[in-house]
Every structure is written in C-alpha cells, then in structure tokens.
Nanobody, 121 residues
Framework: QVLLVESGGGTVKAGDSLRLSCTYSGRAFGSYVMAWFRQTPGKEREFVALFGPTGAYTGTDSLEGRFAISRDSAKNTVYLQMNNLKPEDTAVYYC???????????????WGQGTQVTVSS
C-alpha cells in the first residue's frame, strides 16, 4: 500500500512563492515515478511536473522556469517549488506515484488527497 500526503498549499498573492511537499510511505520510494498534477473545477487534471529515473521534467512552457520538482529520497518526499505564482495557477495540486514515466494521469495509480493553492491578483 502506498500513501501520499501533500502539504504546503495556501492562499498567496501574485508573484509570491510556495513549496508543496508530498511525503510517501509504502513500497520502495525509488521504484516509483513521482509527479504533480493540478485540477480546477470542470477541467481535466493537468500534468505539472514529474521526477523519474532520468531526472526531473516540468510540464509546459508556462511552468518552465517558474516551477521545479525535486526529490529527497532520505525523507521519502517530493517537492514542488512554485515561484512567481499567477492567478491562473490557482488549483488543487495532487501528488501521484506510478510505475512508468508518463504525463497522463491515467498512468498513476496512487494519489494524495490534494492541497489547495489559491493565487490572488
């Protein structure tokens, strides 16, 4: 059984930074691809970033340079550093663990409960 617990969400102003954390417990942490997704009401879950065997990847041009994923294997934790936040970044952010490198949420079978990030203008 894999358990993922996110933390670090909150309400900030445009231009501020937040760091989300996802703590993993269960089977060998290093064997999973860890990813962050986000979702707003009425929309599909959107890929944000992942950390796989060959390193870290960020989802889109609008996120590149502002968001960064990192992984601390000693703490079984994955982080999402979000800088220069914009109102359009407002969403529920989910941590996920899966067996293969993918940007599709369907490939992830373990999810956290989500953490709300709200960015005001």
């Amino acid at each position: 059984q894999v358990l993922l617990v996110e933390s670090g969400g909150g309400t900030v102003k445009a231009g501020d930074s937040l760091r989300l954390s996802c703590t993993y417990s269960g089977r060998a942490f290093g064997s999973y691809v860890m990813a962050w997704f986000r979702q707003t009401p009425g929309k599909e879950r959107e890929f944000v970033a992942l950390f796989g065997p060959t390193g870290a990847y960020t989802g889109t041009d609008s996120l590149e340079g502002r968001f960064a994923i990192s992984r601390d294997s000693a703490k079984n934790t994955v982080y999402l550093q979000m800088n220069n936040l914009k109102p359009e970044d407002t969403a529920v952010y989910y941590c996920a663990a899966g067996p293969i490198l993918s940007r599709s949420p369907e490939q992830y079978n373990n999810w956290g409960q989500g953490t709300q990030v709200t960015v005001s203008s």
